[in-house]
């Protein structure tokens, strides 16, 4: 009997050059897969994420997807929303609506629309806050062996489906400079519910971008280690400048990915007309083809 096989995608995203963002694997035509048979995949292909494109059960949605890091299921991420969307373009779909997606995940249904050159944004979710209690200033001052974190922005803890404790430091040359300490890290988050930081410094107005970001994952199902350019944090940010009345105008930018040699761009523009906030960035493709199932 000859093996099963799917369509597949590997693509890169938050970059236009291959190589410089943030990889995602996308596994098509999922319907007949379970859940150990998705991890089993995303443990195989050892990115962050690994998604699979499943039929809708909601009725607007264009298509339904399931992300998995290679230790568990996510209800939603950021780079994997824009890299599915872009390799299901890609592939041929036509949205249901001209310039606009509708995706359907763990964390319910998710907005998507086209920016201009191609690159695509997505409407960040609601999200829950849980500001970190003052007794644990000193203890997060050490894990990230920094004393350049600006406490007049109190870190919090963001949950938007990927949990993230969102940290400023004074500028982007000290959000590059952080060398953080694991095991003390791992305790500070984890007092907000959280399995990483997410943390950003300001650019000189002639900088890069406006923001530089780092984000350091130290379990659960984030995993461990630095992801190269991540949606969901980049959300978790947008929304915290917003509440914490920080936002520097109706449009900013992000560079991540810096200290580990990538180059991820990330857009982020606020619709307050709406109440939403556009999390955006190009995607390429890298890997075109097909997936052998056993």
């Known amino acids: 009997m000859s093996?099963?096989?799917?369509?597949?995608?590997?693509?890169?995203v938050f970059t236009a050059v291959p190589f410089k963002g943030n990889p995602l694997a996308v596994v098509f035509d999922a319907d007949g897969l379970d859940d150990a048979q998705m991890q089993a995949i995303a443990r195989w292909t050892n990115l962050s994420e690994t998604t699979f494109l499943v039929k809708p059960s909601e009725p607007a949605a264009d298509y339904h997807v399931r992300?998995?890091?290679?230790?568990?299921e996510l209800p939603f991420a950021g780079h994997p929303t824009l890299g599915t969307a872009h390799a299901l373009l890609e592939s041929g779909y036509q949205p249901k609506v001209p310039g606009k997606l509708l995706q359907q995940c763990g964390a319910g249904l998710v907005e998507l629309r086209a920016q201009e050159g191609g690159a695509?944004?997505?409407a960040a979710p609601p999200a829950r806050v849980t500001p970190l209690l003052a007794d644990w200033y000193a203890t997060l001052a050490e894990a990230l062996q920094s004393d350049a974190i600006d406490f007049t922005a109190p870190p919090c803890g963001i949950d938007n489906g990927a949990p993230w404790l969102v940290v400023r430091v004074k500028s982007?040359?000290?959000?590059?400079?952080?060398?953080?300490?694991?095991?003390?890290?791992?305790?500070?988050?984890?007092?907000?519910?959280?399995?990483?930081?997410?943390?950003?410094?300001?650019?000189?107005?002639?900088?890069?971008?406006?923001?530089e970001v780092r984000c350091l994952m130290v379990g659960g199902n984030l995993g461990v280690g630095e992801d190269p350019v991540t949606g969901?944090?980049?959300?978790?940010?947008?929304?915290?400048?917003s509440a914490q009345q920080r936002r520097p105008g109706l449009a900013y930018t992000v560079r991540q990915g810096t200290a580990i040699g990538r180059a991820g761009q990330v857009s982020v523009s606020y619709d307050d007309a709406a109440g939403k906030t556009w999390i955006g960035g190009a995607s390429v493709t890298v890997v075109d083809g097909t997936f052998r199932l056993p």
Do not use: M
């Open 232 to 241: 969901s944090a980049n959300a978790a940010l947008a929304g915290l400048l």
């Open 67 to 72: 992300i998995f890091t290679t230790h568990g």
């Open 120 to 122: 695509w944004a997505f």
């Open 172 to 211: 982007a040359a000290a959000c590059l400079a952080i060398k953080p300490d694991a095991d003390t890290l791992a305790r500070v988050v984890e007092a907000v519910g959280t399995h990483g930081v997410a943390v950003y410094g300001p650019h000189d107005a002639d900088g890069p971008a406006t923001f």
């Open 3 to 12: 093996a099963r096989t799917v369509r597949f995608k590997q693509v890169d």
